[in-house]
């Protein structure tokens, strides 16, 4: 006991209390073989170019199916590597001592608010465009996460920012370690770029989402604004770069890392590019996930970065052009699903010039789908995803989340009849989002009448009528991991089995056709005179 008290009496007090920072996240030990694997034994300390290296983002022309990337973009990446260092971790004369790499890591991953976290990201975002040598017009008062930013980001830094994020998560996600360089599909974030143009513009900028590119806007968007959009749409946006730290430092801390690997993400773009016709793009999956703090996230976060094409295939519970249109196919696939779920529909309406306009909205569901004719639900979201992204959480004043009503199986009079159908938010008959039983077509009504769910147009200039749209494509993603899968497969196969039983018929009840009833009531039509003397 004594030798232990003079052990920790020996530690200084801001070593031991950054050290208790560092445990209570649970990352400890893991600083602790990362220091061991890159620390140089004479100075015992990591050298600043090898923890710069392992920090460093390397990919190869990277390429998306959206706008065009800057040329520059490429340098942004290479350059974040030792932006972190510089700002996080204090280098001495022999490099990143102990003490400065848990405080580092604390600067970067330790718990505080989402302001700070916000803080932290532009600031690295900052330094790194500068060091690439592009322009920014963020000025930061101090260098602590709670200092005042002043100036404004224009909608391709808005982009750049994102993809740098997203670049991140795949570099953790990926679990590649490589020095080569690795190619990487970045994805179209052109919906999120405009939704943070339409909540941070200034003014009536007249901006028509339908038609513009993010290249070309010339809007201020002022950083006070922007860091309350992130915090309010995108809140788990700072959360990129903190897991992409850990993820660093950890992949250092195992065996096979040593001083003078890189951080290069051997990203295949084949992969990365499930740019396929799904309505879950990477993009929009992306987006999504960002607005969900929850184990949620990390279920819709497998559609952005599938390391495996059949664990996604199986999340993907409805598809109306590949299961069929109507009520009924969707039950049948949906039916027994006991886990939380996101319907994506995509609609084309007309506007005041008849033009026709393709845009997808989503819902996401904490519970499985009932046949009821009733409101139910726990809680929920609903989504504008395309052209332009928002997010509307449950408000609290109503709970009425999720309607589903298939026809009655028995013939019973009704005066008036429940709607058969899906629908979102509302009053029966007044639903928010309504889904007619045919899925031909899906009704969109002002928020006015929704109580449940917060105000908004879920698609440019949607105005205050109802407005009714051809569906063109619906899906049901289950977003309650491989345990309610399982769940729904055994209730399928019971299902089909009680059905396969009632088919079945005992042909010996028909063995002796003396005995049948079926005789007995011919004999009796035949001659209905005739003495029966009744077998005792």
Not at 93 to 121: F, Q
Not at 129 to 139: H, I, V
Not at 183 to 195: G, R
Not at 282 to 310: H, K, Q, V, Y
Request: hydrophobic share 35%; net charge negative.
């Amino acid at each position: 006991m004594g030798a232990s008290s003079s052990s920790e009496q020996s530690v200084p007090i801001e070593q031991r209390e950054a050290e208790s920072l560092a445990a209570s996240t649970g990352a400890l030990s893991t600083l602790q073989k990362c220091f061991s694997n890159l620390a140089d034994p004479q100075s015992g300390a990591i050298p600043t170019d090898a923890l710069q290296q392992c920090f460093r983002l390397s990919y190869e022309n990277p390429v998306t199916g959206a706008f065009e990337i800057p040329d520059s973009f490429p340098a942004v990446l290479d350059q974040l590597g030792s932006c972190v260092v510089d700002l996080f971790f204090v280098s001495e004369k022999g490099g990143v001592s102990w003490i400065e790499l848990v405080r580092g890591y604390n600067r970067c991953c330790a718990r505080k608010p989402l302001s700070m976290c916000v803080t932290s990201l532009l600031r690295v975002f900052t330094v790194t465009l500068k060091k690439a040598g592009l322009n920014c017009n963020l000025e930061f008062e101090t260098g602590d996460n709670d200092c005042k930013i002043s100036g404004w980001l224009m909608p391709m830094d808005v982009a750049m920012l994102l993809w740098m994020c997203w670049g991140m998560s795949w570099c953790c996600r990926s679990r590649e370690f490589s020095k080569e360089k690795g190619s990487l599909c970045l994805p179209d974030v052109k919906h999120i770029v405009l939704s943070a143009v339409e909540s941070c513009g200034e003014g009536d900028s007249g901006l028509n989402v339908w038609e513009c590119e993010v290249s070309g806007l010339e809007v201020q968007l002022p950083v006070g604004k922007f860091v309350s959009w992130v915090m309010k749409t995108v809140p788990s946006l700072p959360g990129c770069f903190t897991e992409f730290v850990y993820a660093v430092l950890k992949h250092s801390a195992s065996e096979e890392a040593r001083p003078e690997c890189s951080t290069s993400t051997a990203a295949d773009s084949s992969s990365t590019g499930a740019c396929s016709s799904d309505l879950l793009s990477p993009g929009i999956a992306w987006a999504i996930s960002l607005t969900l703090t929850s184990p949620l996230s990390e279920e819709i976060s497998r559609a952005c970065f599938p390391t495996d094409a059949n664990a996604i295939n199986n999340d993907l519970l409805y598809r109306s052009h590949l299961h069929g249109r109507g009520l009924n196919r969707f039950w049948s696939n949906v039916q027994g699903y006991q886990g939380p779920l996101l319907v994506l529909i995509s609609a084309t309406s007309e506007d005041g010039s008849a033009n026709k306009r393709n845009w997808i909205i989503g819902a996401l569901t904490h519970q499985g789908f009932e046949n009821r004719d009733l409101f139910y639900g726990s809680s929920g979201s609903l989504y504008a995803l395309s052209p332009v992204f928002h997010l509307y959480p449950p408000t609290g004043k109503e709970r009425n989340y999720v309607y589903s009503h298939l026809h009655p199986t028995g013939k019973v009079y009704e005066a008036k009849p429940k709607p058969v159908g899906i629908g979102f938010g509302g009053s029966i008959r007044n639903e928010r989002i309504y889904v007619d039983e045919d899925f031909s077509k899906v009704t969109i009504r002002h928020h006015a009448a929704d109580k449940t769910y917060q105000s908004g147009s879920l698609f440019p200039d949607q105005g205050f009528l109802p407005v009714e749209a051809l569906i063109t494509e619906v899906e049901i993603w289950g977003l309650g991991g491989r345990g309610a899968k399982e769940v729904q497969d055994s209730y399928k196969n019971r299902e089909q089995l009680f059905t396969e039983q009632r088919r079945k018929v005992d042909l010996k009840t028909f063995a002796n056709w003396e005995d049948s009833p079926e005789k007995m009531l011919m004999d009796m039509i035949s001659n209905p005179n005739v003495i029966r003397r009744e077998d005792r």
